[in-house]
């Protein structure tokens, strides 16, 4: 088979490249086996790390290909590109820092957190009270999904990512923890950011329903925190699919970002574009279907 491993050291390197190796196969070739014999049998010096070589602590993940693999689990192809992976400072060669996803973790008080004194040991804990997050707990911090992130390829985006959040979901849903979570997912992680476009489950190699179980629970969650533009901007969505049976724009912007010039003169320019209807943005009438669309609504916030 045919490797190219991408190499580049910032301390003396000014550009990366990519360096060819030629190795045998074998049956039930992983990737880290290629690896390890470019390594080890051709005595190539080049960074990367693994640890457990059993899928459980997820720091031996790359870019193979073009998408994040855990090297020590996923088969070895007849040829590979081998990459660091995306949205993260390499260190050297496949190898990259996770300083940034620790120093945010460390922010979001990853521990339960207790307000009153335990009630008694063991705390009695059913598997009723855990089954929303149990799927979370199976999160080996490889940081694939964050790798295949778009909103975190946008520079200073202050959007924790999805692996982050996976955490904070799980300790949301633990009812031992006492922590204002709601403030952390809405201001910290701006759980809002999330495009929901699924990237993330796609290349989980543990398969968490990332979205559906961790981040739409946070937005929910983050909704009573009104104090953050995602929060005001999802209140005024769902206020206005309620009240009229569909997404009036300009009532979301007004309620949302106010009266501004700028926001006058897109509305001018989408409605010009048949983007929006005057008629509705200015007498606001409910769609046939509104007073059906309310009653699910309200019935699914009573449960």
């Known amino acids: 088979m045919r490797l190219r491993i991408y190499r580049f050291d910032p301390a003396i390197d000014r550009a990366p490249r990519y360096d060819s190796y030629e190795v045998p196969h074998t049956p039930r070739m992983r990737i880290m086996d290629a690896l390890d014999y470019v390594h080890e049998t051709l005595a ?14 997820g720091t031996c993940a790359v870019n193979v290909n073009g998408s994040p693999k855990l090297a020590c689990w996923e088969e070895a192809q007849p040829e590979m590109t081998i990459e660091p992976m995306d949205n993260m400072t390499v260190i050297r060669d496949l190898v990259t820092s996770r300083d940034p996803y620790e120093a945010f973790l460390a922010k979001l ?5 207790r307000k009153r004194e335990y009630s008694g040991f063991p705390e009695p804990l059913t598997e009723a009270d855990v089954a929303s997050a149990v799927h979370l707990r199976d999160c080996i911090q ?3 999904c964050q790798s295949v992130c778009p909103v975190l390829q946008q520079p200073d985006s202050g959007f924790a990512g999805p692996a982050l959040l996976v955490a904070l979901s799980e300790l949301s ?3 031992r923890d006492e922590g204002d979570r709601a403030k952390m997912a809405a201001k910290e992680a701006q759980v809002f950011k ?8 796609r290349v989980c190699p543990v398969e968490i329903p990332i979205v559906g179980e961790a981040i739409e629970p ?8 009104k104090s953050t533009p995602g929060a005001r901007r999802a209140g005024a ?4 699919v309620k009240k009229l049976g569909y997404v009036n ?12 010039w700028n926001g006058l003169r897109l509305a001018f320019r989408m409605a010009l574009r048949g983007k929006i209807r005057l008629t509705d943005a200015l007498f606001k009438r409910p769609s046939p279907g509104a007073e059906t669309i309310k009653t699910t609504y309200d019935a699914g916030e009573s449960r």
Request: proline share 5%.
């Open 237 to 240: 969505f769902l206020d206005s």
């Open 218 to 225: 946070l937005k929910r969650l983050a909704y009573r925190e």
């Open 194 to 201: 999330c495009v929901s476009c699924y990237e993330c489950e």
């Open 249 to 260: 724009p300009s009532e979301v912007a007004l309620k949302t970002q106010g009266i501004t």
């Open 44 to 57: 190539v010096d080049f960074g990367y790390r693994w640890l457990c070589g059993s899928k459980k602590c």
């Open 173 to 175: 849903q633990d009812p």
């Open 142 to 144: 490889c940081l694939a």
């Open 109 to 113: 008080q990853p521990l339960v957190i």
